[in-house]
């Protein structure tokens, strides 16, 4: 959406889907990666090896990034984006499925569900032409 006024150059206004999930991906990628800081230096875990943590921390540490990209409309987050999404589809099919064949575990079918319907919906939000545009510098 662009916002006109009398002698200022146009803006373009973020949708608000943008800004909710930049925000949610910002609060993720800092609470994760803080959280793996912690475990690996102040409160190290008994039970999980350290490369758990690290694992953790990156993945938190490249959510928080894209978040910040994302709420900046950059077109490698709106990217990343995607990828990181389609990744995670393809976790939550790869892990639910053989679980659910194997045992019927209820658990894996609620990853399945969540892994299909999330990526669904960010899926179907990221390509709408609207907020797509909004990464390309164009309106729609």
Do not use: C, H
Not at 17 to 45: D, Q
Not at 58 to 87: D, E, F, P, R
Not at 100 to 107: C, F, H, K
Not at 109 to 115: D, E, F, G, Q, R
């Amino acid at each position: 959406e662009i916002e006109r006024r009398a002698g200022e150059e146009p803006v373009v206004k973020k949708p608000v889907g943008i800004k909710v999930y930049s925000v949610l991906f910002i609060l993720y990628g800092g609470y994760i990666s803080l959280y793996a800081i912690t475990r690996l230096t102040i409160v190290p875990s008994a039970i999980f090896p350290a490369s758990e943590f690290i694992v953790g921390g990156l993945i938190g540490l490249v959510s928080l990034i894209n978040g910040i990209g994302l709420l900046m409309l950059k077109q490698w987050a709106y990217w990343l984006t995607l990828i990181g999404n389609t990744a995670l589809l393809i976790y939550g099919i790869g892990g639910g499925v053989p679980r659910i064949v194997r045992s019927g575990d209820t658990n894996s079918w609620i990853t399945l569900a969540n892994a299909v319907v999330w990526t669904g919906l960010i899926f179907w939000y990221f390509l709408r032409p609207s907020v797509k545009a909004q990464f390309q510098g164009k309106s729609a």
